[in-house]
């Protein structure tokens, strides 16, 4: 049997300490009560899909 490690690389943990840094910080960035732009919300939308996708093809 070969030697096949699954799970966490440097890669998709360092996608993931960014996809929670943005989570994080975005919203210090708004401002108090007041809506988000629209661009933010498509801006997380395909930071999010990219991500996905990021992780699928490292997992392939």
Do not use: Q
Not at 40 to 52: E, K, Q, R, S, T
């Amino acid at each position: 049997m070969e030697d096949i490690d699954y799970g966490w690389g440097v890669g998709s943990v360092v996608a993931m300490l960014v996809a929670v840094a943005c989570l994080f910080f975005f919203p210090l960035v708004i401002g108090a009560l007041t809506p988000p732009p629209i661009y933010i919300f498509f801006f997380v939308a395909i930071f999010l899909a990219a991500i996905f996708i990021f992780m699928s093809n490292a997992s392939s």
